[in-house]
């Protein structure tokens, strides 16, 4: 009997444990698309004319962006050492072995969208936006997010 218990307790144990990293992995996983919502279904539409612009959509998703950021670091601390389930993307490992570099790939982003927070007017102006925040959100992605399907 106590060898039962021992068995599914451990069984128990290890299952929760799989559960708190997929938590983890889903959280990175929700900030990154919170991200992609603005900056791609907001930002990038509107300057590709799929959707028409929206002085207060714009203003929402760059005010979204830099909320966002400013999550990473602390969103990215664990390494959750698995991917969320079906996810198309997902964090590199590299995060982890050099998460000083990664840490450091934040604040140009933070700076792009200080530049322009405030001063976009028009598709014109919102174009240049997406382009110097996308710019630093590539820096980012080339070295540390992982294609997954």
Same mark, same amino acid.
């Given at each position: ?15 929760? &444990? ?7 992995? &889903? ?15 907001? !930002? ?6 799929? !959707? ?5 959509? #714009?203003?929402?998703? !760059? ?17 959750? @050492?698995?991917?969320?389930?079906? #996810?198309?993307?997902? #964090?590199?490992? @590299?995060?982890? @072995?050099? %998460? ?5 790939? !934040?604040?140009?982003?933070?700076? #792009? ?14 174009? &240049?936006?997406?382009? &110097?925040?996308?710019?630093? =959100?590539?820096? =980012? ?5 992982? %294609?997954?399907?």
């Amino acid at each position: 009997m106590k060898r039962t218990m021992i068995v599914v307790t451990t069984l128990l144990l290890g299952a929760g &444990a799989v559960m708190a990293q997929q938590e983890v992995a &889903a959280q990175q996983d929700n900030l990154m698309r919170s991200q992609a919502r603005s900056l791609y279904t907001v !930002i990038l539409k509107m300057t590709k004319g799929d !959707i028409p612009y929206d002085q207060k959509a #714009a203003d929402e998703a !760059i005010a979204n962006l830099e909320t966002d950021v400013a999550k990473i670091a602390k969103t990215f601390e664990v390494n959750p @050492k698995q991917d969320v389930v079906n #996810a198309t993307y997902g #964090a590199s490992p @590299k995060v982890w @072995k050099n %998460k000083a570099d990664f840490d450091s790939k !934040i604040p140009p982003v933070q700076k #792009a969208i200080a530049q322009v927070k405030g001063k976009i007017t028009d598709v014109a102006s919102l174009k &240049a936006a997406y382009t &110097a925040i996308n710019d630093r =959100c590539t820096d =980012c992605h080339e070295t540390y997010r992982l %294609k997954l399907k």
